[in-house]
């Protein structure tokens, strides 16, 4: 210290003085003094002169040494104060320095005194800059009571030694309640004491903490609370204690809860509906797929990673040009869109999607994102579809129930009304015996027709009663050159040329008779209904489409007007033609067939132009 | 001496049906002016022809007309029919004479204006007496 020691003496014996004097000038301590005899000086220069140090004698006459100390205390109770006395008692000076008297000195021991006032003064310093301390460490316990995190302090033994305001919110003890007492045994609740032991001893070796333990709250409640407990050391780097942070966690807890749950719930939709979501973020090209994504696909999260290139893989062979071209024009156009499409999960299984997809544009119109959705709909597909099916055989079969209403008044109906009118003829008197005669005729072929329409209509019955036992697989190649052979004569007669190509397609399982009746009764048709004086040209291609086989039948015969008779080509006893024999049985038959067998028959004709038939087979 | 006859077309492609119907006639008028055509087009080309013009103005042709043929149906043919002239049509009497028993069909041959009746064969001599009950004798007319 580069100033002057400054010492306030209060002494009223010059003797005394004198050797005090002395003693602080052979001490070598740099100093100033002010001497003073009675009270009133003596409290003045407390106030101005503002001593380092007292010295003081125990008896003045007009004033006395405890006084002075009393005073000393009021003003400035941090200045030392050191007795300079000849009679004091042992004992009585103890008591003193219990009170705050810093030391005493004998006048008959002088010698001791500079060694006081130097150790006085040390204290008095050391005493000073803990004040500085405490002034510090005060204005961090403001701080550290008015921040919202709850704050405490424990010693080696876990003892609470500091608890803020949030820690008294948090917890529910006060700071009076909570310090003094172990931490364990407050704050953990009952589940995680065990763990809250673990966690301070580990704190105790000099490791932090931090992590999510259940706490205890003074009513008992308990709560999830976030800690970061640390372990304090001291300037010497020894541990001296620790101190521990907490906040509540309930409501973030609760909003985690509640993401969590909603998230699931989304997961739960997702796959009862069968509808999954994916995401483009076309900025980074990064891909995301939804859990439902991978299930929809018979994929686990992990075995592929998204990409266009692998959502294309999954998509049906035939149906990727399509998708292709339906993506790059979402690219190019940056519109909305949706499309259907046949997959194939990983085991092998065909099933129908839908995908829908949406944009995302940042301010400048530029897009940022691809979304979308993309949705199992086999089952429904397959509902649509055995609905149609159910749909068409019910049409079906009221069309079969027409036509049999149809049968009924006219083709069994016009026979019975001829026999009744040649059986009225005959059982008439006046009927001459040409008319008898001619009557008798009349009757055998009216019969006859009759038990012919009957043989059909059983024969019909029996094709509707199909079944599908006895499926075998044909090859059209020899179908064709079997009933080549059959008609041998019909084809060298009328110079029949037959060309076909079964490249694509050349065997289906199907019923032997019924597609070798369709295709002699097409050939035949053919032959039968040909253009005078033009040979015969018939042309019979098969294909696959979409799962089907598909067989044309183009001949470059007479041809049907279709537009005058379109709705009649197949039914049953129609003929369009008069010059040729035939019932009308040949076409009405290849379509109940080709409908018995679960298939199509289509036509395209024109007069004097020839006739297409086409047959649409499922290929199972 | 001038007989009116009276005159009939038969339009069907079953031959056995147009002899029966050919028997009835006969049975009830006698020697009738009967011709019948088993393909109805050839039937509208007579009825166009002079043939058909040629006869007794003041005497109306009947025709009987089938429904169920292959090449053309009734309802075609009278769809034909009613294209023509109308000094033609008004020459003819038209009978729907079918062996259908589905109530359609005979509604739709009753509702159609061109179309006298209905009639359900075999055409017999009572359905004939019910036709052409007044006319019957007017057919015998005595010689001026």
Redesign the interface.
């Known amino acids: 210290m580069s100033t002057k020691t400054k010492i306030l003496i209060a002494e009223h014996d010059p003797v005394d003085l004198e050797l005090l004097v002395n003693e602080l000038k052979k001490s070598g301590i740099n100093y100033e003094s002010q001497i003073v005899d009675n009270g009133e000086d003596y409290g003045n220069a407390l106030k101005n002169f503002i001593p380092d140090i007292i010295l003081s004698d125990f008896t003045f006459p007009s004033f006395d040494g405890p006084a002075a100390f009393k005073l000393k205390q009021e003003i400035a109770p941090e200045i030392p104060f050191i007795f300079v006395t000849g009679t004091i008692g042992e004992e009585k000076s103890i008591a003193f320095i219990k009170n705050g008297v810093t030391d005493y000195v004998l006048k008959d021991k002088l010698f001791t005194l500079t060694s006081k006032i130097k150790r006085g003064l040390k204290e008095s310093i050391e005493k000073h800059e803990k004040n500085n301390i405490n002034d510090k460490n005060r204005i961090q316990a403001v701080l550290l009571n008015t921040i919202g995190q709850a704050v405490m302090a424990a010693d080696l033994n876990g003892i609470i030694n500091f608890w803020n305001k949030a820690a008294e919110v948090l917890y529910g003890w006060t700071a009076e309640e909570a310090i003094g007492n172990n931490v364990l045994d407050l704050i953990p609740s009952q589940q995680t004491k065990e763990q809250a032991a673990a966690i301070m001893s580990a704190l105790y070796e000099g490791n932090s903490w931090s992590g999510e333990l259940v706490m205890q709250r003074k009513d008992g409640t308990s709560f999830t609370a976030f800690l970061t407990d640390s372990p304090v050391y001291d300037s010497r780097h020894k541990l001296v204690g620790i101190i521990g942070i907490s906040s509540d966690l309930t409501e973030r807890k609760k909003a985690d809860k509640n993401l969590m749950q909603s998230e699931a719930r989304l997961k739960e939709a997702q796959s009862i509906a069968h509808i999954s979501n994916w995401d483009i973020d076309m900025v980074n090209n990064t891909h995301t797929w939804s859990d439902e994504f991978y299930k929809i696909h018979g994929i686990n999260k992990g075995d592929v990673q998204p990409s266009a290139e692998a959502f294309l893989s999954f998509i049906h062979p035939e149906d990727v040009m399509f998708a292709q071209k339906k993506m790059q024009e979402a690219f190019e156009t940056l519109k909305a869109s949706s499309m259907n499409f046949r997959f194939i999960q990983k085991d092998g299984t065909l099933k129908y999607g839908y995908t829908e997809w949406r944009f995302e544009f940042d301010k400048n119109h530029n897009p940022i994102r691809l979304y979308g959705i993309l949705q199992d709909v086999s089952e429904r597909k397959i509902a649509d579809e055995e609905r149609e099916k159910m749909i068409t055989d019910m049409v079906q079969r009221n069309r079969d129930l027409e036509q049999f209403s149809f049968i009924t008044s006219h083709n069994l109906r016009a026979p019975t009304a001829n026999i009744i009118g040649f059986t009225e003829n005959l059982l008439e008197e006046t009927t001459t015996a040409i008319e008898r005669k001619e009557s008798l005729h009349g009757l055998s072929m009216s019969v006859s027709r009759l038990d012919t329409v009957i043989k059909d209509i059983n024969k019909i019955l029996q094709v509707k009663r199909i079944a599908d036992e006895n499926k075998e697989t044909i090859c059209f190649t020899t179908l064709v050159n079997d009933i080549f052979i059959s008609i041998g004569n019909l084809i060298d007669k009328h110079n029949v040329r037959i060309k076909y190509d079964f490249s694509a397609v050349d065997e289906i399982c199907s019923l032997k008779g019924y597609i070798y009746s369709i295709f002699y009764n097409l050939i035949t048709n053919s032959i039968k209904y040909r253009q005078p004086n033009v040979p015969p040209l018939i042309e019979i291609k098969s294909k696959n489409e979409n799962g089907k086989i598909i067989l044309t039948f183009k001949d470059n015969g007479l041809g049907i007007d279709l537009q005058a008779k379109g709705d009649k080509v197949f039914g049953l006893y129609k003929r369009f033609h008069t010059h040729v024999e035939g019932k009308g049985m040949g076409l009405f038959m290849v379509k109940t067939q080709v409908e018995s067998l679960g298939g199509k028959i289509s036509i395209e004709s024109e007069l004097n132009e020839g006739t297409t038939f086409k047959i649409e087979f499922e290929n199972k | 001496m001038i007989t009116k006859q009276k005159r009939f077309l038969l339009v069907d492609d079953?031959p056995?049906?147009n002899?029966?119907s050919k028997?009835?006639l006969k049975?009830s008028f006698g020697d009738v002016d009967v011709k019948d055509f088993v393909?109805p087009e050839k039937g509208l080309e007579y009825i166009q022809s002079e043939s058909a013009l040629s006869g007794p103005q003041d005497v109306k042709t009947t025709l009987f007309l089938d429904?169920?043929m292959?090449?053309l149906t009734g309802w075609?043919f009278l769809k034909k029919f009613e294209a023509l002239k109308e000094s033609i049509k008004a020459q003819f009497d038209i009978y729907v004479l079918?062996?259908?028993?589905?109530p359609r069909?005979i509604e739709r041959a009753k509702s159609n204006p061109l179309v006298r009746d209905f009639i359900?064969?075999?055409?017999?001599k009572a359905t004939l007496i019910k036709m052409f009950g007044g006319i019957i004798k007017l057919t015998h007319i005595e010689p001026i």
């Open positions: 079953d056995q049906n002899l029966l028997m009835a049975k393909l429904i169920d292959p090449t075609d079918s062996s259908s028993v589905d069909d359900e064969k075999p055409l017999n």
